[in-house]
Every structure is written in C-alpha cells, then in structure tokens.
C-alpha cells in the first residue's frame, strides 16, 4: 500500500549529514519515490532551501533548512530473502569486511540496486545478510554488466569520508578490460568529454560530445594477442559508461560490449567463450577512513573472462 506524506516537512541538516547533495539526500529520505519525482520537485522550486529555491547539484550544510513538499511514496519494499539463492551467493563474494565498511566482488549481470524492472540489486541483498547493519550504502557505483570490487560504506561517517577520497581523486580504480585490435603504446590517456543522450526507443547512450562533462581515463597496456590487447584502465573521473565509451574513442571497443561493441569482434570472442563484457575492476586503493592507512584490494576475475585470455594465449 502505499503512504501519503499529506503535508509540509522541515528538516535542519545535522552535521553529519552536510557535504552531500540535496538530491542524493531526498533520494535516501524519501524511499519508494521514483527519482523523476525527486527531480521534479526541485526543477519545479518545491523544495526549499532557507526558504530560496535550490539545484540538483546543491551540497547542504549543517543548519540549513530544507522545505519537503509532499509526496506519495510507496511503502518500503520488503528485502529480499536471505536465503534466496542468489542473495546467499553474495555472502560468498565479500572479499573484506569490518566494522565500518565492506568490499564486494560483484559478479557482471547483477545491478547494484533494484528499480527498473530489478526485484533487488546487490544493495538489497548485502541488506537482507546483514539486517543489524540498517546503514549500508554504496560509495561508488559498477554497471550491470561490469564485475569486480564495489565498495559499501557501513556508516553515514565512513560514506561521507569516502565520497570525499572520489571527490578529490585521492582513490585509486583499476579495471582490466580487453579490447579489439592493438592498442597503440603512445596512447596512454584518454581525455574526451562525455554527455548522455536517449534514443528515440528510449534507451539511454553516453556520446563524446564537446557540450559533455570534462572525462579522463588512464590505459595502460598489460598483454597482447593477434587481434586484441587486455588493458589496464584507471577512471579519473567517474562519469557513467566511460571506460567503454573511452575505448571505443580510442578504436578499440571492449568485447563483449553489447551497447558500444564491434559485433563481429563480439562473435569471435563468444565462439572462443566470452559470455558477457570484459570489463572487470580488479584493484582498489584509498585511505581507510576509520586507521587512516593506505589498503589496497584485489579481486580475481570470473571463468569466463580466464577462458577468452586462454583461448586467445593459443591463438
């Protein structure tokens, strides 16, 4: 059933709480709430802040008061059960965890959270294992397709000083990805900024574009074959597809791309038994927001990713 917030709510930013973006904020407050709503209320000056209309963008501070307007929300959706076979997989994929954070190697295939159709993502699952933890939240994000280390904060302390390693780069991402033809060895960074566009079907597709927001990627060559290169790529900015949409600037698509990939390139690589796309974040490096020491994490690939490389290592 769903519930009805029938009047005004004010909320004073606590300073625990400053330093995040208002929409962010309203996404977490008002759960159940499609986002298009959330995002109509502030284009259209429902939500206030100190009484004066506010951006998507705005980042609250400690003392401010924030103005919901009301909305209908949809009760809380039940998590998903523990014991669901695909939730108690995950159990199996934490790779490190404390008491103020966890490292997940997401397998590729699984979004990290529900909506769209999803039941649960990996969010929801991490929530059904760990029902005493009741502030679990994503640092970062992974697409669908793409596996590897994904992190989850634990306390709202921990996100927030987390976000702020991203914010200023001071956390080091490594993906492994493969990639048709040979990659040039002078071409070490890619910097060409990105805009996301809708197709007329309505699917959603990341361009370069000269009106997109400024995007730099690292590559770095790690092995080579007769028509591929397995690259090392390193994001310095986090904008959604850029690793695939760099490479594909570059010349060289990822396999198994089935947004931004070179079809025949594809079929090869799925008749030597790449079932998904090769793009998996093997390696991460930050601060550890509670010792203040630097860790790094690694993740190995899945099967089908070591297959491809040893069927193409006999090529």
């Given at each position: 059933?769903?519930?009805?917030?029938?009047?005004?709510?004010?909320?004073?930013?606590?300073?625990?709480?400053?330093?995040?973006?208002?929409?962010?904020?309203?996404i977490?407050?008002?759960?159940?709430?499609?986002?298009?709503?959330?995002?109509?209320?502030?284009?259209?000056?429902?939500?206030?802040?100190?009484?004066?209309?506010?951006?998507?963008?705005?980042?609250?501070?400690?003392?401010?008061?924030?103005?919901?307007?009301?909305?209908?929300?949809?009760?809380?959706?039940?998590?998903?059960?523990?014991?669901?076979a695909?939730?108690?997989?995950?159990?199996?994929?934490?790779?490190?965890?404390?008491?103020?954070l966890?490292?997940?190697?997401?397998?590729?295939?699984?979004?990290?959270?529900?909506?769209?159709?999803?039941?649960?993502?990996?969010?929801?699952?991490?929530?059904?294992?760990?029902?005493?933890?009741?502030?679990?939240?994503?640092?970062?994000?992974?697409?669908?397709?793409?596996?590897?280390?994904?992190?989850?904060?634990?306390?709202?302390?921990?996100?927030?000083?987390l976000?702020?390693?991203?914010r200023?780069?001071?956390?080091?991402?490594?993906?492994?990805?493969?990639?048709?033809?040979?990659?040039?060895?002078?071409?070490?960074?890619?910097?060409?900024?990105?805009?996301?566009?809708?197709?007329?079907?309505?699917?959603?597709?990341?361009?370069?574009?000269a009106?997109?927001?400024?995007?730099?990627?690292?590559?770095?060559?790690?092995?080579?074959?007769?028509?591929?290169?397995?690259?090392?790529?390193?994001?310095?900015?986090?904008?959604t597809?850029?690793?695939r949409?760099?490479?594909?600037?570059?010349?060289?698509?990822?396999?198994?791309?089935?947004?931004?990939?070179?079809?025949?390139?594809?079929?090869?690589?799925?008749?030597?038994?790449?079932?998904?796309?090769?793009l998996?974040?093997?390696?991460?490096?930050?601060?550890?927001?509670?010792?203040?020491?630097?860790?790094?994490?690694?993740?190995?690939?899945?099967?089908?990713?070591?297959?491809?490389?040893?069927?193409?290592?006999?090529?």
């Amino acid at each position: 059933m769903d519930t009805e917030f029938n009047q005004v709510q004010w909320h004073d930013v606590a300073s625990d709480e400053a330093g995040q973006r208002i929409d962010n904020f309203l996404i977490a407050r008002l759960r159940g709430v499609p986002k298009s709503l959330v995002y109509r209320i502030l284009r259209k000056g429902e939500v206030r802040v100190n009484k004066k209309r506010t951006k998507p963008d705005y980042k609250i501070k400690a003392g401010d008061a924030i103005r919901i307007p009301p909305v209908k929300v949809s009760a809380k959706p039940e998590l998903p059960s523990p014991k669901l076979a695909k939730v108690a997989e995950l159990e199996q994929a934490i790779v490190y965890e404390d008491d103020a954070l966890m490292l997940v190697n997401k397998p590729s295939g699984l979004a990290v959270h529900g909506g769209s159709g999803l039941s649960f993502g990996l969010i929801e699952g991490l929530r059904a294992l760990r029902p005493k933890d009741t502030a679990l939240e994503l640092v970062h994000r992974l697409d669908r397709d793409t596996s590897g280390l994904l992190m989850i904060a634990k306390k709202r302390s921990v996100l927030k000083a987390l976000h702020a390693q991203l914010r200023d780069k001071e956390m080091n991402k490594q993906y492994l990805a493969l990639v048709r033809g040979q990659w040039q060895k002078n071409v070490r960074s890619v910097e060409a900024p990105l805009k996301k566009n809708t197709l007329k079907s309505g699917e959603r597709i990341v361009r370069v574009d000269a009106e997109g927001k400024p995007s730099h990627t690292r590559f770095r060559i790690n092995q080579r074959f007769a028509e591929a290169t397995l690259v090392e790529a390193s994001p310095v900015t986090g904008r959604t597809h850029q690793i695939r949409v760099h490479a594909l600037h570059a010349g060289h698509p990822i396999a198994g791309d089935p947004k931004y990939g070179d079809a025949p390139f594809n079929e090869r690589m799925q008749q030597g038994g790449l079932t998904r796309l090769f793009l998996h974040a093997w390696q991460l490096s930050f601060k550890h927001p509670v010792t203040d020491e630097t860790v790094s994490f690694e993740a190995p690939m899945d099967s089908s990713l070591s297959t491809i490389l040893s069927e193409l290592t006999r090529i």
